[in-house]
C-alpha cells in the first residue's frame, strides 16, 4: 500500500491531509511542501505578519508537533518536479515517491513584471511566501517613498500598513477604477476615500511603462511619461493557478487544473483542490481564491478519496481588513446587472447587494457584520430577497431573512 500523496503544503494541502487522517484513513499520508516552513496562513502576510504584529509560529496552521503525531509525513523544501502516471510516482529531488492516490494542492504564483520593464531590479517585491515579506520588511521604514503597482485587495492592504508605518505612497492601478474586476463602483469608491483620507496618492486609469533604476529600483515611469522617485515597490496584480506540473503529466486544464464535481481530475487517480482547481459552478468552471475555498475543497476531495463521491457545493466568501474597516464579502457577483446599497449604523458602515435578473448574487459589506450574516444566509440557502426589502431602513437587517424566497431553479442556470 503506497498511500496518498500531497503536493503542496498549503492552506488546501494541509487541510486535505489533516482530514483524510481524521476521517480514519490509515494508510500513509505524504505531504510535499516547497517551502523550510510548516504548512502556514498566507492573509496575515499581507498585513499582521508585515506590520510584525504576528510571530511567525502565529502563523501556523498546526503545531509543528502535529504531523508527526499524526503519522503525516511532512516533507519540507521539497520541489516536485515530475509526475509519472503508469508508474504513480512523483519526482521530488532525486526521490520517487509512490502513491495510490495523488492531490494536486499547488496554489497560485503572484503574476510579477517583465525583466523588459525593470521587474528584475533589486527593491521591486511581490506578496505571497514568508520569505518574501521577510525580504520587504526592512524597506517599510518611515518618509521612504513606495510604489504599489496594482488596485486590488492585496495592494490595498499593503497600503494601508505602509501608511501605518509611515510611508509616502503612491498607487496605481491600469483600469479605470480600483477593485475594478471584484466590485462595483460603490465599493471601489468607498476603498478610494479611505486610502485617500489616510494620504494614499491613489492614480487610477495610469500605467507603467517601466520601472528605472541601475541594479537597485529608484524610479517609475508612468503614462504619459510620468516620472516617479521611488525607494520600493510592491506589484500586486495578481495571481496565475499553478498549473506545470499538471500540464506536463497532461492532465486537462481550465482556467486551473480542471476537476469534476467532486475534485477528481483527468486521471482517475489524481484529485486537485484550493487555488489550482477549477471546478463546475452553474454551467462553467471557476477557480476561487480564498481560504474558505482551499479548506471547503480539501476537505470534500479529502472524502471522495476515501470514497463519498459528494459533489462541492460552494459557498463563498471573503474578507479584507484595512485601517481598521473590516470588509466581508459573501457569494459571487459575476454578471449582475444592479446593485442596491444599505447603510449601516454608524459611520463607515454599509452593504453593496448585487443582483442578476432580480436574483441575489453577492454582497460586499463594510464595517457591516450583521449585513454580512444576514446576506450570506440568505444566499447559502439559495433564497434571494427582494431589493425593496433590502433598501428599507425603516426595518432592521434581520427582518430581511423573514422575507426571503427560495430562487427558482430557471433563475439560477
Not at 503614462?223 to 522617485?229: E, V, W
Not at 480539501?298 to 463563498?316: D, Q, R, T
Not at 447559502?380 to 425603516?394: F, I, K, N, R, Y
Amino acid at each position: 500500500m503506497t498511500g496518498i500523496v500531497v503536493v503542496g503544503a498549503g492552506q488546501a494541502g494541509a487541510s486535505l491531509a489533516a482530514k483524510v487522517r481524521a476521517l480514519g484513513y490509515d494508510g500513509p499520508v505524504t505531504l510535499i511542501g516547497e517551502e523550510a516552513a510548516p504548512p502556514y496562513q498566507r492573509p496575515p502576510l499581507s498585513k499582521g505578519y508585515l506590520l510584525r504584529e504576528m510571530d511567525l509560529e502565529r502563523l501556523y496552521l498546526r503545531a509543528p508537533s502535529f504531523w508527526k503525531e499524526n503519522e503525516i509525513n511532512l516533507k519540507l523544501g521539497a520541489s516536485v518536479t515530475s509526475i509519472n502516471r503508469s508508474t504513480k510516482t512523483v519526482r521530488a529531488g532525486n526521490e520517487s515517491i509512490p502513491y495510490d492516490k495523488l492531490a494536486l494542492t499547488t496554489g497560485s504564483r503572484p503574476r510579477r513584471m517583465p525583466p523588459t520593464a525593470g521587474g528584475d531590479l533589486n527593491g521591486v517585491y511581490t506578496i505571497r511566501t514568508i520569505g518574501d515579506v521577510d525580504a520587504m520588511a526592512a524597506e517599510f521604514q518611515s518618509r521612504r517613498k513606495l510604489l504599489i503597482v496594482g488596485g486590488g485587495y492585496l495592494g490595498l492592504e499593503a497600503a494601508a500598513v505602509g501608511v501605518k508605518l509611515g510611508l509616502e505612497l503612491t498607487l496605481i492601478e491600469m483600469a479605470p477604477r480600483i477593485l475594478q474586476r471584484v466590485a462595483a463602483p460603490p465599493t471601489s469608491d468607498y476603498f478610494r476615500n479611505l486610502h485617500s483620507n489616510h494620504g494614499v496618492k491613489i492614480l487610477e486609469n495610469m500605467g507603467l511603462e517601466r520601472l528605472a533604476g541601475r541594479g537597485q529600483v529608484s524610479g517609475a515611469v508612468l503614462s504619459n511619461d510620468i516620472n516617479l522617485q521611488v525607494d520600493f515597490v510592491v506589484v500586486a496584480i495578481g495571481v496565475t493557478p499553478r498549473t506545470d506540473l499538471a500540464e506536463e503529466a497532461g492532465l486537462e486544464i481550465d482556467n486551473g487544473i480542471r476537476t469534476d464535481g467532486q475534485g477528481l481530475t483527468s486521471d482517475p487517480s489524481i484529485w486537485s483542490a484550493g487555488e489550482c482547481a477549477s471546478f463546475p459552478y452553474e454551467g462553467r468552471h471557476i477557480r476561487l481564491e480564498s481560504v474558505g475555498n482551499a479548506i471547503d475543497h480539501a476537505e470534500l476531495v479529502a472524502k471522495n478519496m476515501l470514497g463519498a463521491s459528494e459533489i462541492y457545493k460552494v459557498k463563498p466568501w471573503f474578507w479584507s481588513d484595512q485601517y481598521g474597516v473590516k470588509l466581508q464579502i459573501a457569494g459571487l457577483n459575476t454578471g449582475y446587472d444592479r446593485i442596491f446599497e444599505r447603510r449601516g449604523d454608524h459611520e463607515q458602515s454599509q452593504s453593496i447587494w448585487y443582483y442578476k435578473e432580480g436574483r441575489l448574487l453577492a454582497l460586499d459589506a463594510m464595517n457591516d457584520p450583521r449585513a454580512y450574516m444576514v446576506g450570506k444566509r440568505i444566499i447559502e440557502a439559495g433564497q434571494t430577497v427582494a431589493p425593496e426589502h433590502v433598501v428599507d431602513l425603516s426595518k432592521e437587517v434581520k427582518t430581511l431573512l423573514s422575507q426571503a424566497t427560495m430562487v427558482s431553479q430557471a433563475s439560477a442556470a
